[in-house]
C-alpha cells in the first residue's frame, strides 16, 4: 500500500539528565515517516524553513521517503526546545518557535491524492479535515492530536474525529478528552464520540486499543533506560501504520501486530536522541525485539 | 500440595470515593487464603483477639481454609483504617490499632510444619525469618513486604531474603528498595541482593516476573471500576500461590500462569469492599476472565 503522512519536520533543543543536544531533527512527521520506513514507502507532506540542512532531506531520500511533498518555504523551520526531568513521562516545553508552521496550509500535490493509508500527525484538526478532503478516500484514516488542540479546538476534533478510523492519542490526552480518570473507561467514551477505533499509548505500559467492543492490550518492550522520549508516540504511529501498509490487510490479526511493532520501534527511538538509534539499526533488531516481546508476554 | 500463610487477620475500616465501611474483615493472611482457597488447601497462621467475630471464623472455614492456627489472643483484634482518594493507587493511613498483632509471636503448630508451599505476608521480617527457622524446609518460600520495612527494618529484611524463592512487592516498594526508578533496573537490582525471583505488582498495569535474567509482562484484567484496592496484592499472591499448590509444578509455564491468576483474583477483590466480591464469584468466573485476559493480549 502508500502512505502519504501530514505533520510537522522540527529542529529540536532537547535537554534530558543524560544530556543535551541542539538543533537536532524532529517533528511528527519524520519521526512517523523514519519509522514507517521500515516496512513501506510513505510520502511526507510538511513544510521546512529555507535554513533546513539538505542533509536532513538527504536522510530521509536515502531511506526511501517521499519527500516532493515538503514545501520550502521563506523564513525558518520550526523549532521546539523541551527539557525532561527524571521523569521522562512529562516534557517541559521551554520554547516553540513555529516559523514557516505558523502558516502551513498543506496542499497535496495531484500524484498524492491517492494513499492507500492516510496518518494525519499531531496538527490543527481543522487542518487534518483540509488534508482529508484533498484526497480520496484512502483505505485507512488515522490520526494523533494533542492536549492543546483537545483544550483549544475541542469542537473542531470532536467533529473531524467522526471521519477518522483510528484515533491515536497518549494516556494523559485519553483522560483529558473523555473526562474519564480510567482508561478503560476513557477509550469506550472516545469511540463513542467518532472514531472507529482508539490506540491509547500508555508510555513504558504498552498500548490499549479498543474496537467494537473488544480489547488489545499491547505491552511496551522493557528498557532498562530512556535518554530521550521525544517523538516516541509519532514513531509508534510510524511502525503500526508502516507494518499495516506492508501487511496490506487490516484484519484483527494484523492490527495487533502493527500495535506490538509500533511499540518495539518506540522502544528504539527512546535510547538516543532524534532518530539516531532508528538510524542504527536493522529490520532484523525490529524482529528480534519483536519476539522477545512474544516469548516475555506468552502464557 | 500444601500451603501454610503466615500474617494478619484484621477489622479494617474504609473509605473510598464510592463508600464507607466499617470493621470489615481484612488482613494479608485473610485476603491471601480466601484467593488461594479457589485452588487448594490453605492453612493460616495469625492472631486475632477476644472480639473477633466468630461469623468470619466460620466463612473461612467454610471454604476449607485451616483455621487452627488462628490464636485467640487476650485483647482486641488488630484494626487498620484507611481512606482512598479518586487515584486509588495510594492509600492513607487514618489509623492503626495493632492490639494482639503488636505481640504477635506465630508459633507453628507440630502438624503444620511440613507445608508444600510457604507464604510469608507482610510482617516484620524478623517474625517471617523465625517462622522460617520453624518449618521443614518447604519446596517454594514466597513473601510479601512493605514499605515500613524497606525503611526501618532493611538489614532484617535484605538478610532474610536470602533464603526466599519469590519476592512479591508492589512498584513503589521496588523502586524503594532497589533505589532505581525503572522497574526493569529494580527487578534485576533486587534479585542480585537476595531471593532467586522476583514479582512486581503495578495495579493496573499488571505484574512484572524476574527470574534467571528473563523477564514475563503479565497483563492486568481491565476494569472499569475499582471501588476499593485493600487487599488487592495479598489477594494476587493468594491466586499465584494456590494455583502454583493445585498445579504442583513450578516450572515457567506454570509460575507464567499462577502469575496470571494473580492478577485475575486480584482484579474482582478491587470491585467490591472487602472480600465480597471472592465470596460471590465461582471457578468459572476466574476461568472466564483468565481466558478472556488470554485474547485480549495474543498477537
Known amino acids: 500500500m502508500s502512505i502519504l503522512v501530514v505533520g510537522s519536520v522540527a529542529l529540536d533543543s532537547i535537554e534530558t539528565p543524560f544530556g543535551k543536544r541542539k538543533e537536532i531533527l524532529g517533528g511528527s512527521a519524520t519521526f512517523f515517516s523514519i519509522s514507517a520506513s521500515f516496512f513501506d514507502k510513505v510520502n511526507m507532506i510538511a513544510a521546512v524553513g529555507e535554513d533546513f540542512p539538505k542533509k536532513y532531506l538527504q536522510l530521509l531520500k536515502k531511506r526511501g521517503i517521499g519527500t516532493n511533498g515538503i514545501a520550502v518555504n521563506k523564513g525558518k523551520t520550526f523549532r521546539w526546545e523541551g527539557r525532561y526531568e527524571y521523569d521522562m513521562n512529562v516534557a517541559h516545553t521551554l520554547a516553540t518557535h513555529l516559523n514557516v508552521f505558523q502558516n502551513f496550509a498543506p496542499e497535496i500535490p495531484k500524484s498524492l491524492k491517492n494513499p492507500s493509508i ?89 498500548a490499549l486499543y479498543y474496537f467494537r467492543g473488544s480489547h488489545f492490550l499491547a505491552p511496551a518492550y522493557p528498557l532498562d533506560n530512556v535518554y530521550d522520549p521525544t517523538g516516541a508516540g509519532d514513531t509508534f504511529a510510524g511502525g503500526m501504520i508502516g507494518y499495516l501498509s506492508k501487511a496490506g ?51
Open 118 to 206: 492516510l496518518f494525519l500527525a499531531n496538527i490543527d484538526p481543522d487542518l487534518q479535515d483540509s488534508v482529508l478532503r484533498q484526497v480520496n478516500r484512502p483505505k485507512l484514516i488515522a490520526c494523533d492530536s494533542m492536549n492543546h488542540w483537545i483544550a483549544n479546538k475541542r469542537r473542531s476534533l470532536e467533529k473531524f474525529l467522526h471521519k477518522v478510523d483510528i484515533f491515536l492519542l497518549n494516556d494523559a490526552e485519553a483522560r483529558q478528552l473523555s473526562g474519564e480518570a480510567n482508561l478503560i473507561k476513557a477509550a469506550k467514551a472516545i469511540v463513542s464520540r467518532g472514531p472507529k477505533a482508539v490506540v491509547i499509548k500508555k508510555g513504558e505500559h504498552g
Open 249 to 299: 490487510k487490516l484484519d484483527n490479526v494484523s492490527i495487533r501486530k502493527s500495535i506490538v511493532y509500533g511499540s518495539i520501534l518506540a522502544s528504539f527511538v527512546v535510547e538516543d536522541f532524534s532518530m539516531n538509534k532508528l538510524l542504527k539499526i536493522s529490520m532484523d533488531d525490529v524482529g528480534k525485539r519483536y519476539n522477545e516481546l512474544k516469548e516475555m508476554t506468552k502464557f
